[in-house]
Structure formats: C-alpha cells, structure tokens
C-alpha cells in the first residue's frame, strides 16, 4: 500500500540558514509527489510537485525538491529560510490513474529571527 | 479569484446535534474531497465525489455523510456528532483530467464536539 513518512515532526531553524524537510514514500511504481504548506490558520497551498522529467523540480516561495528514486525519497530545499516560511509542511503522494493523494503526518517549522 | 470557501470556519456544538459544514468551488472542478486533519496524523480523506450525483468513501467516512447535487457545493454532514469528530476539516477540489490529482483546499473549518 502506498504510504509518506516525513520522519521529522518539528524543525526549528534560525531565519537566513538552509533547510531541508525529509519525505519518503512507499509506492511501487513511479510515483506522483507533491509538497504542500499550511501557514497558521490557513489552508494548504501547493508548493511543488513532480509527476516526470527533471528530478530537481522548482515551486513558489523559493522552494525546491529533488526526486531520488532509488532512496524513495522527495525532500524539500530551500537555501535561505525567510521568519514567513514557518508553517507546517506536507508531502503527498498521488499513483497514476487513482483519486487519491496520501499525505504525511506533517513538519513544523519554525524559524528564529 | 479561483478559490474553495468553507463555511463556517468555526463551530462549537454538542453531541448528536446536527449540523452541516458547507463547501464551495468557483473553478468548475468536478472533483471535490473532505479530510480531516488531526494531530500526528496528518490528513485523511473521508468521502470525495468525481462528479454530480457521484461519491464514495475515503479513509474515514464513519460518523459522516455527504451529497453532491450541484457541480460546485459538496456539503459534509454530521449526523450525530461526537466528541471524536472534534478536527480540522478541510475540502478540496480539481479537475479529474489531472490525476492524480493536483488539489486546491479551502481554508479549513475548526469544529469543537462537547
């Protein structure tokens, strides 16, 4: 069965430091990944996702997340942490032809000025 | 502006009082879905609808119910609600030629069940 783990419930970084946030799936075939964020209060808004091509794949807000097949694994980068990018983040995993999309448990973030 | 509205945001009841949570899309999108997110276990779906007249279960659809009789509302219903359904709710929708599916969220209703 498919399944996302983001092994990482909270992480706390300093505001301008770099951040990397973990997502492992379980599916298996190729599968089809998004990484959302939930500002407080709000609902979730993508942030990226990749269903082919280029491992390394862009998103808004400066974010983005390389696909490793072979670590099943799509972690989520960005090279200077902004005090407005603290929110809770979740990884989603969506198979080909299905309607679902299983997400992760979620990392906070938090950052300090 | 394309968007997904939840009504109300929050809402605080009592157990086995009715009560319905609205959801509405401006997009057209035939694919509109319910989770719930709690603590430690991120979201789970609890019923979704492909299309009008068209729904089936998600993860967790005990306690709940839903209807789609119009393309652009989805409401969820709970019945009788109990103490366990106090969550966060939120609805999604997309279109279903993307799958798999690249969904748009409201922004969630807060319900407290005492």
């Known amino acids: 069965a498919q399944s996302v783990t983001q092994p990482d419930i909270h992480i706390t970084v300093s505001e301008g430091a770099s951040l990397e946030l973990r997502c492992n799936y379980s599916y298996g075939a190729t599968p089809y990944l998004f990484w959302y964020v939930q500002s407080p209060g709000q609902g979730l808004q993508l942030l990226l996702k990749y269903f082919s091509g280029d491992t390394l794949v862009q998103g808004i807000k400066g974010f983005e997340a390389e696909f490793k097949r072979s670590q099943s694994s799509f972690n989520l980068r960005k090279p200077s942490v902004h005090w407005s990018d603290a929110a809770e983040y979740f990884c989603?995993?969506?198979?080909?032809?299905?309607?679902?999309?299983?997400f992760g448990t979620g990392t906070r973030l938090q950052v300090f000025p | 502006e394309a968007q997904v509205t939840q009504n109300p945001r929050y809402l605080i009841t009592v157990t086995g009082k009715k009560l319905t949570v609205t959801c509405s899309q401006n997009?057209?999108?035939?694919?509109m879905s319910w989770y719930r997110q709690d603590p430690g276990l991120g979201l789970r779906q609890i019923y979704y609808?492909?299309?009008?007249?068209?729904?089936d279960k998600g993860d967790v659809p005990e306690g709940y119910k839903v209807s789609r009789k119009e393309k652009r509302n989805f409401p969820l219903i709970l019945e009788s609600p109990s103490p366990n359904q106090t969550s966060l709710y939120f609805c999604?929708?997309?279109?279903?030629?993307?799958?798999?599916?690249?969904?748009?969220f409201g922004p969630g209703t807060r319900l407290t069940v005492t």
């Open positions: 999604a929708s997309s279109f279903v030629a993307a799958k798999p599916y690249e969904q748009y």
């Open positions: 997009m057209n999108h035939e694919y």
């Open positions: 989603a995993v969506g198979a080909y032809n299905t309607d679902k999309l299983i």
């Open positions: 609808s492909m299309n009008v007249e068209v729904t």
